[in-house]
């Protein structure tokens, strides 16, 4: 039995109340500090548990924040192919404009390809 209470605390106990009487009070003593280590054990797991449900409602996951990247990385994605179709019609609306515009650029064009005489 692990004695809650000193040696000298008990001493001075069985000398007021007998010895009997001492070592029932003294096991009563130990029954409480176990019953109160026993309930603070189940307080202290339970305020954990709460604490980490908390935490998990507010803070991101690794799961969130995968979520998160893929869904920006498609609406990237979609914008780069929106910006490269633009990218493609102006630049065909500017060789256009140059062909049609300078009289030259045809002769040059001619003359560049290799096909041509």
């Known amino acids: 039995m692990a004695y809650v209470i000193d040696h000298e ?41 709460e604490l980490k449900d908390e935490l998990t409602k507010e803070l991101a996951t ?24 633009k990218f493609t019609i102006m630049f065909l609306i500017l060789a256009f404009l140059i062909v049609f515009i300078n009289k030259d650029a045809v002769e040059l064009l001619i003359k560049l390809l290799p096909f041509a005489k």
């Open 9 to 49: 605390l008990l001493e001075k106990l069985e000398q007021k109340v007998g010895k009997e009487e001492a070592k029932k009070i003294a096991q009563t003593i130990e029954l409480i500090y176990k019953e109160l280590d026993k309930k603070s054990e189940v307080l202290a797991h339970q305020k954990k548990l």
């Open 62 to 85: 690794k799961a969130d924040l995968i979520l998160v990247k893929t869904e920006l990385e498609a609406k990237i994605e979609k914008e780069v192919l929106k910006l490269d179709k």
